[in-house]
């Protein structure tokens, strides 16, 4: 490979092994974050108790007020009623007394439903606070048991980054950001190494989709400073190191051909078409070639992915027929007409190229030779 292709896969396995430690990270720490949420939710369940229950005892405190001063109210006027001139005072101060008493009657009552929820919120205070006291104790020990651990993986990461960093300071700036978008859409998986499914046959296909590529993928990999895409996940290829030139393009059967019995994973199906099927070959300076359609390309794209979809689905591809502005584009395969057409126009989307896409499922009828005796018995 050529000098960006290797500055590419130096990059991707330092950032590989960066992703690895912060997992690790993770998961060591993953406990610990869920204790801290469980206090926190705690301590903000007692906080608010806490609030609530000195609410109500303000409200508490008011009633009590207000009730010493409807005595209060209540002793005037009796003695006020003493010194009445008249019958009519007398029941004046009667009727005023009786009022000041069903005020003081109703406060009591709201008094005493405001004394059971303090009770009720005091209760609950104690239990949280409790609680809180019981978890904190647990982070704390969990803190103590994998201090060493995460102190341990911290350094790790530590000792990596330089090395991810110079090694994406070796890498062109627009293959970097091409490189960081891939990142951030697969998780890390950026690239995908080159396979080849029968060391027999001079065939590769892309690991992570199992998509086919053209036979010539591996020279331009091995002989040009290009950038290769798969045409079905869009990753970008290389060579990994257990495949070198003599395997990959010699006729000679990989050592552990014949040794392993592990199953072939099936693989989508190259469309016949006078262009062979492949990849999409991007120069350094990230410039389409001029020999690529555009439109050929998005559809193999979209083929490829539909393809995918029908054998994670276990489902046989179907041959369909695409219509872009009711001009035929040839047959393409798909997990089913809705599907392709759903991903080329996502596709097309994608690419911001504006068309009306029509897919249709090719019909295929089945003719049976007639049984022998059908047809001397039909003349009968």
Do not use: W
Not at 6 to 21: G, S
Not at 131 to 159: C, M, N, P
Not at 223 to 251: K, N, Q, T
């Amino acid at each position: 490979m050529g000098p960006s292709n290797v500055a590419l896969v130096k990059l991707f396995q330092a950032d590989q092994k960066l992703r690895e430690a912060q997992e690790r990270l993770d998961a060591v720490s993953k406990n610990v974050r869920v204790q801290e949420r469980k206090v926190h939710d705690l301590a903000e369940r007692l906080r608010l108790s806490q609030q609530k229950m000195k609410e109500e005892q303000s409200h508490l405190a008011q009633f009590d007020l207000d009730v010493k001063t409807r005595d209060a109210q209540i002793e005037r006027l009796r003695v006020q009623q003493q010194s009445a001139k008249n019958d009519k005072e007398y029941k004046t101060f009667i009727v005023e007394i009786n009022t000041q008493k069903v005020d003081k009657g109703k406060i009591e009552e709201q008094m005493l439903k405001t004394m059971q929820t303090v009770e009720t919120l005091h209760g609950e205070v104690k239990e949280l606070s409790v609680h809180v006291e019981s978890e904190t104790g647990k982070l704390t020990v969990l803190r103590g048991e994998i201090g060493d651990k995460v102190a341990a993986v911290q350094a790790e990461i530590a000792a990596l980054q330089p090395g991810r960093e110079e090694a994406a300071a070796a890498v062109a700036p627009r293959t970097r950001e091409a490189f960081t978008r891939l990142c951030e859409r697969y998780d890390g998986e950026a690239l995908s190494p080159l396979r080849k499914p029968d060391y027999r046959r001079e065939e590769y296909n892309c690991t992570a989709c199992n998509m086919d590529l053209v036979t010539d993928v591996y020279n331009k990999l091995h002989s040009r400073d290009e950038l290769v895409f798969c045409p079905s996940c869009g990753r970008m290829l290389y060579i990994p190191d257990e495949l070198p030139p003599e395997l990959a393009v010699g006729r000679q059967p990989h050592p552990d051909a014949e040794k392993s019995d592990k199953p072939k994973r099936p693989r989508a199906k190259k469309k016949a078409s006078p262009k062979p099927a492949g990849e999409v070959v991007i120069t350094p300076d990230m410039a389409p070639s001029p020999k690529d359609s555009p439109l050929e390309d998005l559809l193999r794209a979209a083929q490829g992915e539909s393809v995918k979809g029908a054998f994670d689905a276990e489902a046989k591809p179907v041959e369909c027929e695409v219509f872009i502005d009711d001009k035929s584009q040839g047959e393409y395969k798909g997990k089913s007409a809705e599907h392709l057409e759903r991903v080329i126009r996502f596709r097309m989307e994608e690419a911001h190229r504006a068309g009306a896409v029509k897919v249709t499922a090719k019909v295929t009828v089945e003719t049976t030779a007639p049984v022998a005796g059908m047809a001397s018995t039909a003349g009968k």
